[in-house]
């Protein structure tokens, strides 16, 4: 194909047909501008296409991270419910204590009221760090 657009370009040279020559040269640069055109716009489809498929594995992640804390959360819940049931139960012992191994029972029964609120962030802070917290098409999501 080549060859053949070169002895185009010889001949009209030879022929002293700068005119054509002219013609025929910004023909080929327009072609070569259209192909680089068309080269930027598939490339940028295949970085927003990437870019979709990163955004919802990300949004996956936070989906599965808020997941797990939940059932966390309902799982601290119901061992706070138990400590307070024990708590009433402690008190009402304190009270009708007489001997040191009731006492004991009672500080069983109190055993330490905290337990750490652990929230799993690691998507989140990975998405800040990468900096696709910002690239976000939902506003919502990303406040």
């Known amino acids: 194909m080549f060859k053949f ?8 040279l030879l022929k002293n047909k700068t005119s054509k020559h002219f013609k025929y040269a910004l023909g080929e640069i327009i072609l070569v501008v259209i192909g680089v055109l068309i080269a930027f716009q598939i490339n940028n489809w295949k ?8 955004e919802l594995a990300l949004l996956v992640n936070i989906k599965s991270d808020l997941e797990s804390d939940v059932s966390n959360l309902k799982r601290q ?20 204590a007489k001997t040191v191994k009731d006492i004991n029972l009672v500080s069983d029964l109190t055993e330490p009221l905290w337990n750490a609120l652990y929230i ?8 800040i760090n990468s900096g696709s917290m910002y690239s976000m098409k939902n506003k919502g999501l990303k406040k």
């Open 5 to 12: 657009f070169r002895k185009i370009r010889f001949n009209l």
């Open 47 to 54: 970085e927003s296409k990437n870019a979709s498929k990163k």
């Open 120 to 127: 799993n962030q690691n998507t989140y802070h990975e998405m």
């Open 77 to 96: 819940h119901s061992s706070f419910v138990q400590r307070e049931a024990n708590s009433e139960l402690a008190i009402e012992l304190s009270y009708k």
